[in-house]
């Protein structure tokens, strides 16, 4: 039977995150021919709803107020508890980003809704969707049914492949006004790391150092490799501990998960809490001096050597092509 189901796109530094349409190619597959609708919450976001529409969505509802400017659990969940409320919708997806991981289970909670979360895969469709994620630190999967009534869905970033943008694709978009009230927290500014460069959880490339790099400065090359690629640099616990990097780099248990097309992982021994953050990965190329490392286990390439000597070879290789 066909669904309603509503999408959150997610916006940052004034564009959609990608999630936006991966999700929006979840939601139709949910709903095996219904509607999708997709909704958009922000201060000055409107013109990016038709980049919704021509991702998928059927058509969009804007709901834009200065206190929406940036992410805070209370005024998000007002925003979303009133399209619920107005549009009744029997799915609603959102990315397993920092912000869908916080706001699905306060919702679905306050709604005893369902909630499947961090979605990699979506078999069959509708009511015989089935969702597959992964447990145990990405060491098995589950395939899991919804059985009926409202369900929240969060999908993880990278994995579901979005729709092709078709531009020339029509829909309303409409603004609906909600009233933001007893927010228990605002934020006034966010203010970024400059180092950050790529989004991580985003990135088609990762570049990942360990404590093997031994020093910020052994970073540079990983970098340049990264840039080479239109990647972005991680790096493992061991490295963020050492002091060598940002920990909003950290991929791993208690650091970002990620799902790369291609992970490059240099001077990583690959312990398991590293290998629950990004054995996923499409194509996994690890670079170790030790024929013994664990990260050679999940590697689809490995390289023994140095990687003082291995990344500044595979720099010049990539600048020779
Ligand atoms: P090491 O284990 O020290 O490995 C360094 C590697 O570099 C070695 O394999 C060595 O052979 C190689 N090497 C050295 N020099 C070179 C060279 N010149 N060229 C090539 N290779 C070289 N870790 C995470 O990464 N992410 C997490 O989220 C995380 N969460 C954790 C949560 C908990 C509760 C706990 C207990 C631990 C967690 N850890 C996490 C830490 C984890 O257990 C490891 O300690 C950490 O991943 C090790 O980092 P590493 O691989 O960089 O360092």
């Not at 997806?93 to 306050?110: N, Y």
């Not at 998960?257 to 190329?285: E, F, R, W």
Request: charged share 25%; hydrophobic share 45%.
């Amino acid at each position: 039977m066909s669904k309603k189901v509503l999408v959150l796109g997610e916006v940052r530094d004034g564009a959609l995150r990608n999630v936006s349409f991966e999700a929006i190619a979840a939601a139709k597959q949910i709903s095996d021919g219904g509607e999708v609708v997709a909704a958009l919450f922000g201060d000055q976001v409107a013109d990016l709803a038709k980049e919704l529409i021509a991702y998928g969505a059927d058509r969009a509802l804007v709901v834009e107020h200065p206190h929406l400017k940036f992410y805070t659990s209370d005024g998000y969940s007002q925003a979303l508890l009133a399209l619920i409320e107005q549009e009744k919708p029997e799915g609603i997806v959102i990315g397993h980003t920092a912000l869908g991981k916080d706001l699905s289970p306060k919702v679905a909670s306050r709604l005893q809704a369902a909630l499947i979360s961090d979605v990699t895969e979506i078999e069959g469709s509708g009511d015989d969707a089935v969702f597959v994620r992964p447990i145990y630190s990405g060491k098995a999967f589950e395939k899991v049914k919804f059985k009926e009534g409202l369900v929240f869905i969060t999908v993880r970033p990278n994995n579901i492949a979005p729709l092709e943008k078709d531009a020339g694709r029509t829909g309303d978009v409409q603004s609906v006004s909600v009233d933001i009230k007893n927010l228990r927290t605002i934020v006034k500014e966010v203010v970024r790391n400059a180092s950050t460069g790529v989004d991580l959880s985003e990135a088609k490339v990762i570049v990942s150092g360990g404590r093997g790099v031994k020093s910020a400065e052994g970073f540079k090359p990983l970098k340049e490799l990264a840039d080479l690629l239109g990647g972005a640099v991680g790096a493992s616990r061991g490295a963020c501990d050492a002091g060598y990097c940002d920990y909003a780099m950290q991929i791993g248990q208690t650091g970002k998960v990620v799902t790369p097309d291609l992970y490059i992982a240099c001077g990583i021994s690959g312990a398991i809490q590293h290998l629950a953050g990004m054995s996923n990965s499409k194509v996994i190329v690890a670079i170790n001096k030790d024929p013994e490392a664990n990260i050679f286990k999940v590697a689809d390439y490995g390289i023994v050597g140095d990687l003082f000597e291995v990344v500044p070879l595979l720099i010049e290789e990539i600048k020779a092509l």
